[in-house]
Nanobody, 127 residues
Framework: VQLQASGGGLVQAGDSPRLSCEAS????????MAWFRQAPDKEREFVAG????????VYADSVKGRFTISKDNPKNTAYLQMSSLKPEDTAVYYC?????????????????????WGRGTLVTVSS
């Protein structure tokens, strides 16, 4: 199983880029998905999570109201729509899959719940 993240790059403050995360396995439809990020010299932190059905979402307080996570099961792809970006959003963004959960109830913000990780995509926000 592989996750391929894309959509990062150099953006301006206030921009609204969208990150994508495509899975290589059709059992994607049974996984809760999440986005984490790691800024320079900081620990990896939870950004947003979506339930296996796409019907429920959770967000870190720092991005609530600005970021939207979603999941398109027929396309095996999860998305992170970002808006009103700030320089402090600069980080490597990782998508992660909870493949062991098999339609787990409840979206975790804990790293260890997610067993498959994408390679990360760098988002640099200039002011």
């Amino acid at each position: 199983v592989q996750l391929q993240a894309s959509g990062g790059g150099l953006v301006q403050a206030g921009d609204s880029p969208r990150l994508s995360c495509e899975a290589s396995d059709r059992t994607f439809r049974s996984w809760n998905m999440a986005w984490f990020r790691q800024a320079p010299d900081k620990e990896r932190e939870f950004v947003a999570g979506v339930s296996w059905s796409g019907g429920s979402t959770v967000y870190a307080d720092s991005v609530k109201g600005r970021f939207t996570i979603s999941k398109d099961n027929p396309k095996n792809t999860a998305y992170l729509q970002m808006s009103s970006l700030k320089p402090e959003d600069t980080a490597v963004y990782y998508c992660a899959a909870d493949t062991r959960g098999n339609r787990r109830i409840g979206i975790s913000s804990m790293n260890h719940i997610y067993d498959i990780w994408g390679r990360g995509t760098l988002v640099t926000v200039s002011s």
